[in-house]
């Protein structure tokens, strides 16, 4: 098994920063993507970013390409996700979230294919 815990939300103002990290434990070394996602109460979870294990691809969402940046180290099984000019509609629930199968990372933008998530931390961008 593998644990994911997610820390770094807070509350900031539009245009804003913060910095989201995800540690892994456990049997890391059958993951192979790692992924962001966000919810907000009566919405489904959206896809937002996500970063091979081996650090060689990422996608991310177009909603927020060009703001944001996710980044892994796998020496500290760490996945950051460092959010720039934030907007009020990035408020939501971050989870961090671990995949093993080993599947092109366009289809990991359904979250479906992670097998293990986080509990999440809440950012609140006010305007």
């Known amino acids: 098994q593998v644990q994911v815990a997610e820390s770094g939300g807070g509350s900031v103002r539009a245009g804003g920063s913060v910095k989201l990290s995800c540690v892994q434990s456990g049997r890391t070394a059958v993951i192979y993507a790692l992924g962001w996602f966000r919810q907000i109460p009566g919405k489904e979870r959206e896809f937002v970013a996500a970063?091979?294990?081996?650090?060689?691809?990422?996608i991310y969402a177009d909603s927020v390409k060009g703001r944001f940046t996710i980044s892994g180290d796998n020496a500290e099984n760490t996945v950051s996700l460092q959010m720039n000019s934030l907007k009020p509609d990035d408020t939501g629930v971050y989870f961090c979230?671990?995949?093993?199968?080993?599947?092109?990372?366009?289809?990991?933008?359904?979250?479906?294919?992670?097998?293990?998530w986080g509990q999440g931390t809440q950012v609140t961008v006010s305007s």
């Open positions: 970063i091979t294990r081996s650090g060689e691809e990422m």
């Open positions: 979230a671990a995949g093993r199968s080993q599947l092109a990372l366009e289809l990991y933008r359904a979250a479906h294919w992670f097998n293990f």
